[in-house]
């Protein structure tokens, strides 16, 4: 959902010299098949309308499921923000948060591929904590670190990291002290890939 917030507007960013207005999915037909960009422009403009599309239906099915009156009008932004203030309450139905989850998830994909480019990824040095493996990535856009290795579990069994086999441990910017030290892992060299500061150091090898 973070991915989703941060990577939404530079969506809408992209459609900026466009002079219809983004986010109300009014298609244009043919339109805009002019010019070197227009190709890309008509799939940042779907990718729009369908993301639009989905968070409101979203919101929808998550105030029917938990009986809540329905949603009022509001933004990608806005809606994506209510959604978060009621993750508490979708947590304690598995098959609503598991149908977010996977929601949420294809749409931040969508985004990301209309963007042109996959999340960046930054390889970190040290071993994970958890499984010992050379397979720790900082990921800026999350801001958060993750472990790559599939087999890769934590102990805690309500972790999103046993949600299913796409699921991976990850270490937000609080935990990042377990990273360090035992694995070998620098929080400077954690902090600068994160802040997409980092050098052939930390890419490298
Ligand atoms: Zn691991
Ligand atoms: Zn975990």
Redesign the pocket.
Known sequence: MAVLVRQFPELLAELAPSPHRPGLGRRRGGADRHGPSAPLRMRVCDTVRDITDGVVELEEAVHDRLGLPPAGKGSVEVRLGRLAGLLDRVETDPVLMRHLLDEVGGMARRCSDALGDAEPVVRLRGRCPLCSSVSLRAFPLRGAVLCINPGC??P?PD????EDRTHR?SWPEAEWGELVGRGGTALEEITAAVDGRSTAGAVGR
């Open positions: 579990r934590c805690q972790c999103g990291c046993h441990h």
